[in-house]
């Protein structure tokens, strides 16, 4: 790994990137990709060389969540993610980007696309490499060194016969876009209580989805979010 060194190793205030890593996997969270950054480049924060990509870590990122002090509060999920990132950017002398609290919004979307790890899907969702259709992204560390990033990886939907495209029993999420109002009113039928209760069955049909740990119950949980 690229970056000064002070103290033991380090980015920033001294942390290797795999203490880093260890770190993150502490709070069942990972590096889902990275870029570097060109010096100066607009968008960024001041100083930016070097972007990480932060999601949940599997197995064990929904029970450790549940077990910390936000849960039971309004929000848990992004109030968890301000303090847990932002303590360790703060630590690293980075800034914590994350993808709510707007608008303004920052690209995550264009931002996971520049990693070589997340591509355009079939349905216009997100897949990624490892958690396909299921991948979510919990923050963003902007660090003022660069870094080595997580290698390019194969795109999973190249050679895929692409179940994503007819999953939706609503005809809601096909590769023509995403029909929200048709969605929710999906939702409202009894019919739709398959998909509130296990999570969106065109995230599910992603073979590589299928293939990684995420609980029915975290979701569920973010689909009645969704539906409220």
């Given at each position: ?6 103290g ?5 205030a001294?942390?290797a990137?795999p203490a880093?890593?260890?770190r ?16 100066g ?8 060389r ?9 197995p ?11 849960w ?35 690209p ?15 349905v216009?969702?997100?897949v ?8 979510s992204f ?9 870094v ?7 795109r999973p ?18 590769g023509a ?20 209760s ?18 029915p ?7 009645r979010?969704?539906?409220?």
């Amino acid at each position: 790994m690229a970056g000064r060194q002070t103290g033991e190793a380090g980015v920033g205030a001294g942390l290797a990137l795999p203490a880093l890593e260890a770190r993150l996997a502490a709070e069942r969270l990972e590096i889902l990709g990275g870029f570097a950054v060109a010096e100066g480049e607009a968008g960024f924060p001041a100083g930016t060389r070097t972007m990480l990509m932060l999601g949940p870590k599997e197995p064990g990122f929904w029970a450790h969540l549940q077990a910390q002090p936000e849960w039971g509060e309004p929000g848990p999920v992004d109030r968890w993610s301000r303090r847990v990132i932002g303590r360790i950017a703060c630590d690293l002398g980075a800034k914590a980007l994350f993808p709510f609290g707007g608008p303004p919004y920052h690209p995550f979307y264009q931002w996971a696309l520049r990693t070589g790890r997340v591509w355009d899907s079939p349905v216009r969702l997100l897949v990624h490499s490892d958690q396909g259709l299921m991948v979510s992204f919990r923050g963003a560390l902007a660090l003022k060194d660069v870094v080595d990033v997580p290698p390019l990886a194969d795109r999973p939907c190249d050679g895929c016969p692409a179940p994503c495209l007819t999953a939706c029993p609503a005809g809601a999420l096909t590769g023509a876009g995403y029909d929200v109002p048709g969605c929710h009113a999906w939702l409202d039928r009894p019919e739709g209580e398959e998909c509130l209760s296990g999570g969106c069955l065109v995230r599910r049909a992603c073979p590589v989805s299928q293939s990684y740990a995420r609980l029915p119950e975290q979701s569920a949980y973010h689909m009645r979010q969704f539906h409220r």
